[in-house]
């Protein structure tokens, strides 16, 4: 009888070794709905889904963690895997860097890989640099974020015009170009 308890006992202790184990190091993303109020309108026997006050966060195994807010969203007919966000935050929290906070006033997010394109007025802030564009499309598969149209970064004493910047979430090496070859990017030092 005795030995039948031990052996339940370890049986337990190790399926709660090898699920907290799995729980750590070998999900790789976790996602999680933090506030989701849906509101439905019926029109003409149709159903428009209306999400307000929705939030995502997801965080890799490294920590790193991603947070996209919008005050509205609604599920996109033609793929189930976007939803089509308004007035939006978006929030990458960095282990070994400053935290990065991107402003639009639309995103269009996929919560199964992540990717985001964001449109309209983007506002990108990471510390001292501050960009500020039409369009961000944020991929986390390829871990770059790519900003164009219409670029203006600044931070203390420089402000740089151009079409397109090319950004390596890891390494935070930036690529800087323009549309057409022959034009030139523009560079104005503040001091």
Known sequence: MKKTIIQFLLIGIILMCFFTFQQKYLNKNKTTIVEETKVSDT?????NNLVKSLIYTSEDIKGNQYTIKSKNATYSD????QIIMTDVIATLNLVDSDDINIFAK???YNPTNYH??????????HSVHNFYSDNLDLSFEKKVASIFKNITYKNLDTTILADNIELDLITKD???SMVK???NIKIINLK
Do not use: C, H, Q, R
Request: hydrophobic share 30%.
């Open 174 to 176: 930036s690529k800087i």
């Open 78 to 81: 033609f793929d189930s895997d």
């Open 106 to 108: 639309k995103a269009i």
């Open 43 to 47: 029109k003409n026997n149709e159903i």
């Open 116 to 125: 985001t394109s964001f449109s309209g007025g983007v506002t990108i802030i």
């Open 181 to 183: 070859e022959n034009d």
